[in-house]
């Protein structure tokens, strides 16, 4: 056992014993031989025989399990971080006009949007698009997710509260374990602050060209 979780071993083990329960459920790592960690699940059943009371039971190694759970985690926690916009939706109804379900839908959204999680988890990706962005044609993006390929694209969301915040959209395909396309990410940045500081700068351009041609006097920088 490893040694970070020997005293829990124990201390699971003793509470077994001690409320004389007739399974034993543990987890923890193993150490092996060659100085591989793995983990390891088990359970175990009291049997009475004729040496007494013995355990018997089944261990198996839930490494791989283990390793993929942490890294959808970490994932997960990844992507709920970030400040842009992450929508999945399912791939298979796309030829129905739209009617893929939501499947997933980050913090951002509902931050930029005004949305709650239920208003978008299960609707149809065509009545979420309507709704939040109604300026980009249904048509152009049933072709896009027809043919299987990723898009990029400059949008306007449209918040409950009556604000336009101009954005850019990445939609990608997904594919599964066979090859075959099975979800869409949408990854979608609000480009507010950088059309804004865009504009500061044609603002600070156009001021320096007028001062330049209004003045006989050296300028520099």
């Known amino acids: 056992v490893h040694a970070d979780d020997r005293e829990e071993m124990d201390r699971t083990y003793s509470e077994f014993v001690a409320t004389g329960a007739p399974v034993f459920e543990f987890a923890h790592r193993i150490v092996r031989p060659d100085g591989r960690i793995i983990h390891i699940r088990g359970v175990g059943e009291q049997t009475q025989t004729t040496e007494g009371l013995q355990i018997t039971g089944v261990v198996q190694d839930v490494t791989a399990q283990i390793e993929r759970d942490n890294r959808l985690h970490l994932l997960d926690q990844s992507v709920s971080r970030l ?30 949007t005004g949305l709650a999680s239920e208003d978008v988890l299960g609707q149809p990706i065509a009545r979420v698009m309507t709704e939040t962005a109604p300026g980009v044609p249904m048509q152009v993006l049933t072709d896009v997710l027809e043919q299987r390929v990723s898009l990029r694209s400059d949008i306007r969301l449209f918040t409950r509260d009556g604000h336009i915040v101009p954005a850019e959209i990445d939609l990608v395909p997904v594919a599964g374990v066979n090859g075959e396309v099975t979800h869409w990410v949408a990854a979608i940045r609000d480009m507010s602050e950088k059309f804004a500081a865009e504009e500061r700068a044609r603002t600070n351009e156009e001021r320096y060209e007028l001062l330049s041609r209004s003045t006989h006097d050296v300028v520099w920088d």
């Open 83 to 112: 400040n842009d916009v992450v929508l999945i939706f399912e791939a298979a109804e796309v030829a129905r006009g739209g009617l893929a379900p939501v499947v997933y839908v980050n913090p951002s959204f509902m931050q930029i």
